[in-house]
């Protein structure tokens, strides 16, 4: 896909590690999300940025730290993790947030994360 | 709270069948309904979205969902699979009162078309 990317596609880090997460949107959209895919449960939402301005933490460990230095980028630092941090990371964005038109998100393809 | 259900894990059907991927929901107001699919390796598309209008909704790839009030539902369907649709789907909610702009995902289902 080249609507948004995400490097690296696959990652192994020690539960003392420090790594980030890169996501980058090509779609000129204002809004950007984190979500956690972890198997046989719904997708969950982390973080929400909008026009780099955080407007969403659903309950977030701070072992996950974000960042979004402007709303083409969007980075997701890890340290500390545990092994049930492990998980497909996917980043999504949208032209807003959406709080009147329901726009849908584009999704990347993913960081399969693995934490040992 | 809002929810979004979808009650079966797995869907096999017959390449050339119809097939059917169900979702139900729960929220207050009107719902703002969404499918995605997910292919291995890779992020989720958007399918198809419904909402207002015309309870039949037409999306990519020949699919078609049904928004159905009384029942609170929202089936994914397809008159004729295709091996290549073999993928997870996804059913999403976003309700329409003030400050709701977050997606709640279903568990997902795996569609397996044989051919």
């Known amino acids: 896909e080249t609507g948004v990317t995400q490097t690296p596609r696959h990652l192994v880090m020690g539960m003392t590690n420090k790594k980030s997460l890169k996501c980058e949107q090509h779609l000129g959209h204002n809004a950007m999300y984190w979500y956690k895919q972890s198997a046989k449960k719904p997708l969950e939402l982390m973080f929400v940025y909008s026009l780099e301005e955080r407007v969403e933490n659903n309950s977030v460990p701070s072992r996950f730290s974000p960042e979004c230095p402007n709303s083409s980028h969007l980075f997701l630092h890890l340290h500390t993790l545990q092994p049930e941090d492990s998980a497909l990371y996917l980043c999504a964005s949208s032209p807003t947030v959406g709080t009147g038109e329901p726009y849908e998100q584009y999704f990347g393809p993913g960081t399969r994360l693995t934490v040992t | 709270a809002q929810s979004v259900a979808q009650p079966e894990d797995q869907v096999n059907v017959a390449e050339g069948n119809p097939l059917t991927v169900k979702c139900t929901y729960s929220?207050?107001?009107?719902?703002?309904l969404f499918w995605y699919v997910q292919y291995p390796n890779r992020g989720l598309q958007f399918l198809l979205k419904?909402?207002?209008?015309?309870?039949l909704v037409k999306g990519s790839y020949g699919f078609e969902a049904e928004f159905n009030k009384s029942q609170t539902s929202f089936h994914l369907k397809k008159p004729s699979a295709l091996v290549s649709d073999s993928a997870l789907y996804f059913c999403a909610l976003r309700g329409s009162g003030a400050g709701s702009y977050q997606l709640t995902f279903g568990k997902g289902t795996k569609l397996s078309v044989i051919p």
């Open positions: 929220v207050s107001g009107n719902p703002y």
């Open positions: 419904y909402i207002t209008g015309d309870n």
